[in-house]
């Protein structure tokens, strides 16, 4: 089109010099409108361009950031397995923890040699199993200017949502880490507190795990809070990740 519009400013040119003045006047008129004409032309066709590759740069940059959500939802899923597995495990030690038949158990069947079979004494009520989901890309995702992706802003807005959705994941963790901590201050009050966190037998610890209604009661909290809340919340995390992670993997 630059070619056309340049081609008819030559001829206007070369029809100029045979002409009269007056009449030549309006000619030179004429090739300075055809050159503004072409210089807007060039100035529309840069800005289309640059808008073009700005608009892929766009594009890259979103698909980079999808791409490391993708990782970390596959990096949390691969974990998250091996954490719930261990949560329901111990569901099983708290429940026998609390029952009446754990605690008739005679003392001496409990001695130094089996000493590890001792489901109390594993200290399972002060300790805690962590899960802590990578939110790198969804990070990245948040301070991302991405107003020229307007085609992906659903999937943008689905993935901090989801991030959003699982915040009180690790408000529970939080409450689980206090409330083991506050048992294992508990613990320090007693004399066998130094040979059951290394592992040594002592009988006043199997009296105390058997026959203790406040040490009960800190099993049912402990219980309460890992099992009750913090397990099902890691189900439903693996659920609406595995969910998440099938868009992004039809996003890219």
Known sequence: MIKFFRKIRQNLLSEGKTEKPASRTGRYFKYAIGEIILVVIGILIALQINNWNENKKTEHQLNN????????????????????????????????????????????????????????????????????????????????????????????????QFYKNFEHLNLVLDKLKEESFNTIRYFEEFSWYSDFMHGKYNPKTIDFFANNRIFKNKVVTYRLIAIQNYLPYLREYKKSATTLLEKLKTTN
């Open 65 to 160: 950031i999808y791409k490391e959500v993708e990782l970390n939802l596959k990096s949390d899923l691969s974990n998250l397995d091996i954490v719930i597995n261990q949560y329901e495990q111990l569901e099983l030690r708290l429940e026998t923890m609390i029952s009446e038949e754990y605690s008739n158990i005679p003392l001496d069947s409990i001695n130094a040699k089996n000493y590890s079979e001792c489901i109390p004494c594993q200290g399972d009520v002060i300790a805690f199993i962590p899960f802590e989901f990578k939110d790198k890309g969804v990070e990245l995702l948040k301070t991302y200017n991405d107003y020229n992706a307007k085609e992906n802003k659903g999937l943008t807005n689905e993935i901090i």
